[in-house]
């Protein structure tokens, strides 16, 4: 039945789609199990209940075993910085901000 094939690819595509659009490296893992279920129904085309079962066994493998290599890989590659330390802590002006200029000094408490 070829109509299985381009409902799983269709799938496919949407989450890859809104994977695009959210980015967060955990919708991803599903369309690589459409895609095996959209292999899959090309040679038992009349069995859906095992396209179901080898697109949930291929999202949950590879969510659980890819999305932390590719999280360490993504991490590892970022550029570290403390910015995130200073977020909720108390400032004092000490030299007036010129955003022109690109002058001024803050001290942080």
Not at 45 to 69: D, G, M, T, Y
Request: net charge positive; with cysteine; hydrophobic share 60%.
């Amino acid at each position: 039945m070829i109509l299985s094939r381009v409902w799983w690819a269709i799938f496919a595509l949407i989450i890859l789609l809104v994977e695009l659009v959210h980015f967060s490296w955990i919708i991803i893992w599903f369309a690589l199990g459409a895609v095996a279920a959209s292999i899959l129904s090309y040679f038992y085309p009349e069995n859906i209940l095992l396209q179901v079962e080898l697109f949930l066994f291929v999202s949950i493998v590879s969510l659980a075993l890819l999305r932390p290599l590719t999280v360490f890989v993504l991490k590892s590659a970022t550029i570290r910085t403390n910015v995130g330390r200073i977020i909720g802590k108390e400032e004092v002006c000490v030299e007036k901000i010129d955003n022109a200029r690109s002058t001024g000094a803050v001290k942080l408490f």
